[in-house]
């Protein structure tokens, strides 16, 4: 072998092996990692994604929201169906009632949804898009797919 | 008045950017040397022209002129004058400006700092850049004016989002905005050098200053936003791969490996293709980011009111750009031949490796921002990539480079001896596999497997480092004129390097030994944590300039002695009346003590957040030290050398004038 072709061996070498792990290391990442965005009528009617943990957005009800110390329980809508939402921790300023909100968590046996984080966005006329595009998906749904929005 | 002088200084600044792009670079084609004249003067006079434009919408915002629909938005009476002025950057159509009059200063900055480089290559790299400018300033006209009027003009302004009335919020933007149109020099250059054929390591010199200057001000824009998240977004964290950090990140990640890769470049010759494709890639990623922040695909703190005309218009302009540069490698490239060989252990090996490392890091931040906007925009389902995917792919990638980090910089250049190599890292090795496994024992929170790999792999970079440096003075007869003759290149990269170090201490110790907790808490209680008592005494109210708070005050004790108070804040400005978590944070070397307050609860309760950040500051000093780094090796007398004897050659040349 030339010294060229060594050079250029190392070199594809080098790349073949980096782009491997890193390929190896993403995929097995993602598979572990991708967190779905459900609207409060998905989980209602059961289409909730295989991993345990994901996101579901909406409004926050009017009049819902309980505190006791540190836990904080609302119902989130989608304005079709709504769920109720559990969260220890302190809430982003712009938390509030009516505002579109995303939760990031999981659902328990009993139906709550159990919160790890929760976002809202730091402008007050700003929507998360997802929580916008429920909401259209939402008034779309045919009258019989509609619960009743706490 | 003032708004439309604004106005047509913006259009005549794009009319002066038209002549700045057109004649030059026609003249370099047809050989018209009156042509190629015109670059420095009309890139000086659009300076000018983008100066005035954004003196007028400054001027607005000082006078409180809410006659202009910007400034009703974003100001306020009330809001104090520093606020004024950097709230013209506050908002979509303000911050464009200030981009537009950013590329103008780099391009004002070539056309001063470029006597050295012959005229045709100057003419080609402002004619690049005036590209640039006509795609922003058409962007900024056509999609964003700043200066249209509001009619009936309003009695008093919107104000500024209380989140940016800050001082992290001043610097970070323009910082930022720096570095990523500091990139445009560097693809200028790059472009300029395929437009003419000549990709010797010439052009490689005359950027490798400007690149290193535009990534020191990425990195500090970085850092910077990465502190004001920390302390003014109230949840304690200094990084939360939000897509607009990644979109940042990523130009920072490819620029880093762009520095590496035109140091071979230069030096030996080596990776000519490579790098000109690197630095391609550093200003399309900054565009990208631009795009990402601006057109309102993303669903982040930055994101602005969604105007789909203007993410229509950015991602055309991406198109052109990538697409235009990419068609242009195409057919320069092949042209290029790189005949140097390196031997399996040499710096270029080294340099090879950093740059795969950083370039596959920087694919996988891509992908994960990426993806989610992909997959929606197919309509196949809303995903979310959250932290713990970046988290496990990038710790494994940036580990080997921090690793390799001072045995690469050790290497010789084209071949080294991997048994000398060995033999100079024997100190370093065992001192920080010591050194690493001892630390922890001194820290409050117990051991830490993790903790020691840390600091193992710190102590590493940082013994590596130090190693190189006594490499060059250890066998000259006088040690302490040899460490004088050391160039600033080279220290430049040393303290880079141990800024790496630093960084990973910071992150190292602060994911490990910070505690964290949200209790709720009436005056009088006390809450431990770390070492450290906390005692709530109560909330006050207390008046602002343009908001009034609720105002926590929190008594930090250690035992018996009185650490420091701490008063965070709620605060409610008088216009935009949303709540705003200020919180209150006593710094330190070691740790920081970070309270905020969340929200009352019952009579007198409130629910409060309690931090023990520990070495959270090593992160940005981390990040210091990288810039300090960047500034050092940009200053190297070297250049100044360089480029006097090729000015020279140019004079004794005398008729041509492009001899480098």
Known sequence: MSPTQRQRLLVVGILVVGIGIAATLTLLAFQKNLLYFVTPTQIKSGELPQQRQFRVGGLV???????????????????????????SGILPDLFREGQGIVANGKLTDNGVFEASEVLAKHDENYMPPEVSDALEAAKNLPDKLKGHPK | MIPEIGQYALILALCVALVQTVFPLAGTIVGNRNWIAVARPATQAQLMMVIVAYGCLTYAFIVNDFSVAYVAQNSNLALPLAYRISGVWGAHEGSLLLWVLILALWSGAVTIFSRSVPEDMVARVLSVMGMVSIGFLLFTLMTSNPFERLIPAAVNGRDLNPLLQDIGLVIHPPLLYMGYVGFSVAFAFAVAAMLSGRLDTAWARWSRPWTNVAWLFLTLGIALGSWWAYYELGWGGWWFWDPVENASFMPWLIGTALIHSLAATEKRGAFKAWTVLLAVFAFSLSLLGTFLVRSGVLTSVHAFATDPTRGVFILAFLAIVIGGSL???????????????????????????????LVVACATVLLGTLYPLLLDAMGLGKISVGPPYFNSVFIPLTVPLAAMVGLGAMARWKKDNMATLLRHTRVPLVASIVIGLLLPLLTHGGYSWTAAAGLTLATWVTATTLQGVYDRVANKKNPVAALAAVPRGFWGMTVAHLGIAVFTVGITLTSIYSVETDISMAPGDQHDIAGHTFRFEGVVEVRGPNYTAQQGLVTVYQGEDRVTKLRPEKRVYLVNTNPMTEAAIDPGLTRDLYVSLGDPVGANAWTIRIYYKSFIRWIWLGAIFMAVGGGLAATDRRYRTLAKRSADAVEIDGATTGAA
């Open chain 1, 61 to 87: 009800v009017e009049g819902t929201v309980q505190r006791e110390g540190v836990r904080v329980q609302f119902d989130l809508t989608d304005t079709a169906n709504s769920v109720t939402v559990v969260y």
């Open chain 2, 327 to 357: 068609a242009l490698y195409a057919w320069r490239a092949p042209q290029i031949r790189s005949r140097v060989g390196f031997a399996l252990v040499s710096r270029e090996s080294g340099l090879l490796l950093n740059n795969v490392l």
